[in-house]
């Protein structure tokens, strides 16, 4: 229960005046915070306790394909990949897949993470989260993810996403670091020393960012402020159950929502978590394969996919380009989550 209204203001990062440069920091200090470990008091970083609500709510993880919607230049799926596959690998099974996508598709990073983890694709064209239909054939679950990233759109934008994940995905879940709450708010004086922490560890060797970090801190004072923003746009789990109902999406009745806090440092920093699930998609021997074929692109290899797969694609784009002509709406994506 929250005991702040919801304001959607607006973030620096998502302005279309801030420089690249700023929003490219703002994403990259994001991963950090994701993947930040404080001992002896946090022992768990923020995407190992997210990986815990997977591996809990999703007994057959690999049979899913784990779509990240707003993608930005990687977020923390490159650490969901490899501690969930860590976790399967331990238990002979096969491997969960992760696919990357944004509106404004960011495919030299991507490349990136896709070189060093062979179980992350992407798709390159821009993929929009409000009616992109299904994004992997029917022989493998797919899962959406929103990472830091749904509470960037007010609610005619956020309706039409979740409708879109409930009429064409398997399961859904968003997960946000922070609330509208006084523990968020404690948080927000460590984005000064973590975004200090940051510039030494990966930018220590170029004078802008230092410049902007230690002497004019802008960079610092971007994270601070987008992050109050980030806190006032978040929504309680009642208000997503009625963004929920009022998608009037058919079928509600299959699907289970579930929602929950896990904490991470006592008493700042906690995962938020807001998930659906079709009730079929969790079932052991669905019929659904373990080894079905992904609808991306992958680094190691030079060419698209299976034909099997790229006519696929062609059809679902073709499908998706009549329905955008009789049916115009907007184009939805996170590129600055936080």
């Not at 994001?30 to 022992?43: F, G, Q, S």
């Not at 029917?138 to 960037?152: D, L």
């Not at 052991?284 to 991306?296: D, K």
């Amino acid at each position: 229960m929250s005991f702040l209204p919801r304001f959607h203001l607006f973030e620096i990062a998502d302005q279309p005046w801030c420089p690249d440069r700023a929003i490219e920091y703002a994403q990259l200090c994001l991963t950090h915070c994701w993947n930040l470990r404080l001992p002896p008091i946090a022992k768990a970083s923020s995407a190992d306790v997210a990986c815990e609500v997977l591996a809990d709510n999703f007994p057959q993880l690999s049979s899913f394909t784990f779509v990240d919607l707003g993608s930005g230049g990687g977020g923390p799926s490159a650490t969901f990949e490899r501690l969930l596959n860590a976790r399967l690998r331990a238990q002979h099974l096969p491997s969960a897949q992760f696919l990357l996508t944004d509106l404004n598709p960011h495919p030299r990073e991507w490349v990136a993470l896709t070189k060093q983890q062979e179980n992350i694709s992407y798709i390159s064209e821009p993929v929009d989260a409000s009616r992109c239909g299904r994004l992997i054939p029917q022989n493998r679950k797919e899962c959406r993810m929103f990472n830091a990233a749904f509470h960037h759109f007010d609610d005619p934008l956020a309706i039409p996403m979740l409708q879109s994940a409930i009429e064409s995905a398997d399961a859904f879940i968003i997960f946000e670091l922070t609330a509208r709450d006084l523990s968020s708010m404690l948080i927000l004086p460590g984005l000064i020393l973590i975004a200090c922490q940051y510039t030494l560890l990966r930018f220590w060797r170029s004078p802008l960012h230092l410049l902007f970090t230690f002497v004019l801190p802008l960079a610092p004072l971007l994270m601070v402020f987008d992050g109050f923003v980030s806190i006032m746009r978040c929504r309680t789990s009642d208000e997503l159950h009625d963004l929920v109902r009022r998608t009037e999406a058919p079928g509600l009745e299959n699907w289970e929502f579930r929602s929950g806090k896990s904490p991470v440092m006592y008493p700042t920093t906690n995962v938020h978590w807001f998930m659906g699930v079709k009730k079929t998609a969790n079932r052991v021997g669905s019929g659904i394969s373990c080894h079905g074929p992904l609808l991306c692109f992958n680094a190691n290899v030079n060419h698209r996919t299976e034909v099997d797969q790229v006519e696929w694609l062609t059809q679902r784009n073709a499908r998706t380009r009549e329905k955008d002509r009789i049916r115009p709406g907007v184009r939805l994506t996170s590129p600055h989550p936080m």
